[in-house]
């Protein structure tokens, strides 16, 4: 009998009809790992020496948190004033030479006359920027 394909010792070699995925993921996990060594080192910059100068021209911001709870308590920065004192109190903190950012942030329940008097008085003594803290609302899924 005369057998088409190739016999050694009583086996048959069939050719495969797959392809063999093991060699190409080695090779994609290899150039993975290469790939994230790699790339931190790419965003190093641009080495540049800068002069040195004895005028700063950035101001830097000072932060102020006023809270208002619904006794109508007015806190700066967790210490409890009255709203004459805040004048004198965000008077006080704010100097020329930095940016003063007021978050106010104030009880649901506060009536709204007493949240307006609050940022009036803000804006009053020169303080520009003024933000609102809120609480984001949850999402029912």
Do not use: C, W
């Not at 050719?15 to 060594?37: C, R």
């Not at 002069?51 to 709870?69: F, G, H, L, Y």
């Not at 933000?131 to 949850?138: L, S």
Request: hydrophobic share 45%; charged share 25%; no cysteine.
């Amino acid at each position: 009998m005369v057998d088409s394909g190739e016999d050694t010792g009583g086996k048959r070699h069939r050719l495969m009809s797959e392809i063999n995925m093991v060699p190409f993921v080695d090779v994609v996990l290899v150039l993975l790992i290469i790939f994230m060594i790699s790339a931190p080192l790419m965003y190093r910059g641009i080495d540049i020496h800068l002069p040195k100068s004895s005028v700063n021209t950035i101001k830097q911001e000072q932060r102020i948190m006023v809270a208002v709870d619904r006794e109508l308590n007015i806190y700066v920065d967790g210490h409890m004033v009255s709203l004459s004192g805040l004048e004198t109190i965000l008077l006080q903190k704010k100097s020329p030479d930095t940016d003063l950012t007021v978050y106010l942030k104030a009880d649901k329940d506060v009536p709204y006359g007493t949240i307006i008097t609050v940022m009036d008085t803000v804006k009053r003594i020169g303080i520009d920027k003024l933000g609102m803290i809120t609480e984001p609302i949850k999402e029912v899924k």
